[in-house]
Every structure is written in C-alpha cells, then in structure tokens.
C-alpha cells in the first residue's frame, strides 16, 4: 500500500462544519478522563526507571502512576459520535483517548472535537493515531496539529523507501512545533520489510541462525530505538518520546518488552495489539501485561479488546483498571468482594446483590471522585453464607454476609470489622446501598 499523496486525499467539502458547539447530547457524562491520576510519584521498589513524559495533563513514566488509556472505534469525521464515545471513555477512566486521524475529513474535525470536549467539561488528552498520511495531514491541517496532545507514529506505516525518512522527520518537526509528544509505536502486523529482510538476511549468515520469531522480535526492538534516536537527531527531546513494539501473542509481548525495557530509559506503553473478544481478550491482556507490570515494566497501558456486537467499549478501560487495581499498583473504584456460590448458596439472592452493588459503585464513582477523597480504596463484600461471609465481611471496609440454603433468614452487615446491624426482608439491596452512601458521606468526605 503506497502512501496518499495530496491529490489522492478525500475532498475537503465536509459537511457538519457547523456543528453547535455547545448543544451536544450526552455532554452531561461526568468525568475528564484526568481527574482519577493520583497527584502522588510512586517509585514502587523494582520498578523501571523511565524518563517522564507529559502529556497534557497526565505525565507517562518518570516514576508516575501507570496510566490507563483507551481508542475510540468511530469514524472520527463525524465529530459529534467520536466526542460522545470519548465522554464515555473518559467518564470511565480512561487518562487519555487515542483517535483515528487517517483522512482530511478526520483531521479537519479535531478542532471541533476538542472544543466540544472542553466546553463539556472534558479535558482528557487526545491522542492521533497517523498512518500513511500522517505527515500530510499534520501539516495541512494546523487545528489538527494544536487540538492533539500526542502524536502516534508507527515507522512501519510512515513512509516507503526514499519517502520514509523525510516523512518521519516532517511529523517530528510537527511535534517539535507544537511542543507535542510522540509515542513510536512499532506493530508486528506493520513492521518495516526493509528492515526484517535485512536482518533475517544476516542472521541466514550466521553459524547457528537464531529462529526467525526471535529475530522479528529483534527487528521490533531495533525499529522503535532507532526511531527514537532519530527523532533525538531531528530534534526531538527525550521527555517527549514514548515507545511501544505491540504484538499478539502473550510469550512474545513479555519477551520484546523485556528486553526492550532493558535496552532503554524511554517510557513504555504496554498493550497487545489485538487482544481478542470476550474473556479470551481478557485473560490474554492480563496474562502478558501482569508479569510485566510485575517485574516493573511499563508506564501506560491500554487493552485492545473487541467489543462484542453491540458491546461497550468502555469494558476495556474497566479490565485496564481493575488489572491494575488487583495488583495493588493504582486503585479506581471500590472493588466487590463476592463468594463463588456452591451448595450452600442455591438461590441466587448474593449474585443479584453483588452485581447491582458493584454496578451502584461504578454509577456513583464519577460522582464520588468529586466530592470524596479516597473513596476510591474503599473495600466492600457481599457473601453468600455462614461459612465464610462473617469473615470475609470483616475484612472488608463494609460487608453483607446473606443466607445460604436453610440458614436463618438474616443478613449481618459489618462496617469496620464490626457487626453494626442485620438486615431482613426484600428490600435488602436498596438498604445495602443506603448504608454504603451513608458509610462513603462519613468517612470520605472533605474536610475543610
């Protein structure tokens, strides 16, 4: 595929300029998408030493916390529909939002978006994600250039033979004009063929050739840390290059990441490139990104699930959270404890409990951020049993231990390790609530 030229790119007569920009539906969505970056540096012990990265609001690596970002799948042309899915993303918690920018008509709306998202009220950085065409539109399009606050290059897709390094270097000298970062983001479906050849060639030569998967992982490592050195030559500052080198297979992610986190100081930006639908996805991200995280690599991650038909885009910021969250390295939202269920546990009372608990939890904590200062830690159970529910509800900052099959039809509830009352009758789930609102007003809120 050749890259667009300037007469191959659509027409600019784009209708829908004259979008209101104050009239958007959906523009009451609660949440930046910045607010939940803990103001705190962690230097957990172990952890790669990166160099920090800003970007708007949020800073990458340099000891920060790892920050959650997510991609928008809409036609990003049509402005209204790409700012509502930001919003949606944002109000999730997702730091920053990557958007397509791969047509003159996506580039002329990165202005409108950006004004539409501040006069919501949302300040998430957005990120452009450029292909083939990238230094064209940056150039062509100041408005796109200003309204985006980091760039993504993938070398792979910037430019072929003589073009590529003039490309590169006019997108570089873009982001140097505007002060923006750029993430180069080598991808195992878009690697560099020169480059590959060249290095599979060589290693043909060698006594004992490595295996071929190895030497692409190589060739990766090798397109991102020399892109960044050129970048550095261009002109390009350190504080302002991120690296990724995506790939699909969980082994290979931890191997390139490794080495790659070894090889260099630059920030790091972790993801499968694709994950895969449903719990495939999810074990699969989870699988390779927590042994990373674990060994202290990586700065911002982002979980490239595909949402199913009709599926929530927002899950993959949701899984991004809560992997983090599970291994102890940022905390979002209060987490539900809940038992598993087994002969004990024949109605289904605790499930229906535990999931409209959980979903009242992500419904308020837009609102809770606002007002409650680390609501965010709270720890919650709701247990199905007298075998292990009084136990694991003291453990919790607040917890509900229902009936099993043939107990007495009571529910306890602890607060603090301590049984504070005992609930009866069908309305169990709305006084739960009560109790954890009044629990959150008590203890959380700020103090003047």
């Known amino acids: 595929m050749q890259p667009a030229r300037h007469s191959d790119l659509p027409s600019t007569d784009l209708p829908g300029t004259d979008l209101p920009g104050t009239d958007l539906p959906g523009t009451d969505l609660p949440g930046t998408g910045s607010e939940t970056v803990s103001p705190e540096v962690v230097n957990a012990p172990g952890r790669r030493q990166s160099i920090g990265v800003k970007v708007g609001a949020v800073t990458i690596g340099g000891g920060h916390p790892i920050v959650v970002q997510s991609m928008t799948n809409t036609d990003t042309a049509d402005a209204l529909g790409t700012v509502r899915q ?27 978006i950006r004004e539409l998202l501040d006069a919501a009220g949302c300040r998430v950085p957005l990120i452009g994600d450029f292909h083939y065409n990238g230094h064209l539109l940056l150039t062509r399009y100041p408005e796109c250039a200003e309204g985006l606050a980091k760039y993504r290059i993938n070398p792979g897709n910037v430019g072929f033979k003589h073009k590529r390094d003039s490309q590169f270097a006019t997108m570089i000298e873009t982001a140097i004009r ?17 480059l590959l050849t060249r290095m599979m060639d060589e290693n043909a030569r060698l006594s004992e050739p490595r295996d071929a998967r190895e030497v692409t992982r190589e060739a990766l490592i090798v397109s991102a840390l020399e892109s960044a050195r050129r970048a550095e030559a261009i002109g390009l500052a350190r504080d302002h290059i991120v690296l990724s080198c995506k790939v699909s297979g969980v082994q290979d992610l931890i191997a390139v990441y490794a080495d ?63 992997i983090l969250q599970t291994m102890g390295f940022r905390s979002f939202t209060p987490l539900v404890t809940a038992c598993p269920g087994c002969g004990r546990t024949t109605s289904t009372v605790f ?9 009242f939890v992500r419904s308020q904590m837009p609102i809770w951020r606002e007002r409650y200062t680390g609501v965010e830690d709270m720890s919650l159970a709701v247990m199905g049993c007298v075998v292990n529910g009084p136990g694991e509800s003291k453990h919790a900052d607040i ?50």
């Open 178 to 194: 505007y002060d923006r970062p750029v993430r180069i983001g080598v991808n195992w479906g878009s690697l560099d063929g020169e």
């Open 260 to 322: 790659l986190g070894a090889r260099c100081d630059y920030a790091l930006h972790l993801g499968l490139t694709e994950a895969g639908m449903g719990s495939k996805g999810i074990v699969a991200s989870a699988a390779g990104l927590a042994i990373l995280l674990q060994q202290g690599i990586g700065d911002t991650i982002r979980i490239s699930l595909t949402p199913e038909p009709g599926g929530d885009r927002t899950t993959e910021v949701i899984v991004a959270q809560e």
């Open 86 to 112: 930001v919003q949606a993303l944002a109000a999730a918690g997702s730091e920053l939002v990557r958007i397509t920018v791969n047509t003159e008509e996506a580039a002329r709306q990165i202005g409108r």
């Open 351 to 359: 499930q229906e409990l535990a999931d409209k608990i959980q979903s």
């Open 399 to 448: 917890g509900i231990s229902l009936p099993g099959t043939g107990e007495v039809p009571a529910a306890p509830v602890f607060i603090d390790g301590e049984k504070a009352m005992t609930l009866r009758g069908e309305g169990i789930a709305e006084e739960f609530q009560r109790i954890v609102e009044e629990y959150v007003e008590r203890r959380y809120a700020r103090r003047a």
